[in-house]
């Protein structure tokens, strides 16, 4: 018997970082999707494999001794096949570029817990939302859980580490321009580097929460009446927030930069550091920000908001 799942990838629309240290985001999930299936075996091993590395271990190794990026797979099936006797495979196929910003790691969790999860027994969301932000912090341990929750249960949602998550019902009709500066980061170094930050500047962390968390709050509104040029601004104020905590760079400006001249606003996207940057549109200035990225060569798709979540079959 095989099982298979899919999830989508995602973008923090507002409030990547602050929301570490329990600010509200908005998050969406967008129609690009890794999908995992999995596979009883007689051997009782558990092997994965992926387009990024192999990895084939006994059951029971311990974590620590595992130095592979695809640990989060080996933890996911080890905890499910721990009391059963029988070994697994476990194949990865992605169209989510990793390290870019874009949930690679969060929709890996989310659809490794489900396939290997649903071999066993018919698991919740709710069930394989909370394996997958254990298996996340196999990798990076300070997650907020939101990009896991997004990955999940798909559309757009406010999102903080204390009430969870709740679905933004109202369907904007932005269009979001991503481009990627393919400088890879890794999620748990940017975000030990804004740790540093808030312990060095205190005060100045603290207020750049509290105005966060206004301007989400402005934003909650704007989004239920579609005012997207009010969002756009919102946007940039929100780059400016994320400049003042040092996870920015001057190719990340320039291509916000580029970004913010045809569209309504742009900023960085996830961790940063590298990564991707987004910019809002609507139908008008869809095409003219996508070409005015490829006229200076960067890598960069439209994307749009996938509602469908987790998926399995
Ligand atoms: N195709 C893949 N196959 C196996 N593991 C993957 C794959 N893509 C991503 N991963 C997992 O996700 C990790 C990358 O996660 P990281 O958090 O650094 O980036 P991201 O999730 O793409 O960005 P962000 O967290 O900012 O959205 C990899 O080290 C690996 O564990
Ligand atoms: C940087 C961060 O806010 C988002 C990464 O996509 C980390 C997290 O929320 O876990």
Do not use: W
């Amino acid at each position: 018997m095989k099982s298979k799942a899919s999830a989508p990838g995602k973008v923090i629309l507002f409030g990547e970082h602050f929301v570490v240290y329990g600010v509200k985001a908005i998050l969406c999930a967008i129609d690009k999707r890794i999908t995992v299936s999995a596979e009883k075996t007689k051997e009782r091993k558990i092997s994965i494999i992926s387009n990024i590395g192999k990895l084939e271990l006994e059951k029971n190794t311990s974590l620590s001794e595992i130095n592979s990026p695809l640990k989060p797979f080996y933890f996911l099936a080890n905890k499910i096949i721990k009391n059963h006797d029988t070994g697994i495979e476990i194949i990865v196929e992605s169209d989510i570029p990793l390290g870019v910003g874009l949930g690679s790691s969060s929709a890996c969790c989310v659809a490794g817990a489900a396939a290997i999860s649903r071999l066993f027994s018919n698991t919740t969301k709710e069930e394989i939302l909370k394996l997958a932000i254990e298996a996340e912090k196999t990798i990076f341990q300070n997650t907020s859980g939101a990009d896991c929750t997004v990955c999940t249960y798909g559309g757009i949602m406010e999102y903080d580490k204390e009430n969870g998550f709740t679905t933004i019902e109202s369907q904007p009709n932005f269009h979001l321009v991503i481009a990627n500066s393919n400088i890879e980061h890794s999620t748990k170094v940017v975000v030990a580097g804004v740790k540093e930050f808030k312990e060095k500047n205190e005060i100045e962390f603290t207020t750049l929460c509290n105005n966060e968390s206004k301007l989400v709050d402005e934003v909650l509104k704007e989004i239920k009446e579609n005012n997207i040029k009010e969002i756009g601004n919102r946007v940039t104020q929100n780059q400016e927030y994320l400049e003042k905590i040092g996870i920015s760079n001057d190719k990340l400006r320039d291509m916000i930069k580029i970004g913010k001249n045809g569209s309504f606003g742009a900023k960085i996207t996830g961790a940063g550091g590298g990564g991707c940057i987004f910019a809002l549109t609507d139908e008008s200035n869809l095409e003219k920000t996508i070409k005015q990225f490829k006229e200076k060569n960067y890598d960069c798709f439209s994307a749009k908001i996938d509602f469908r979540g987790l998926d399995t079959f």
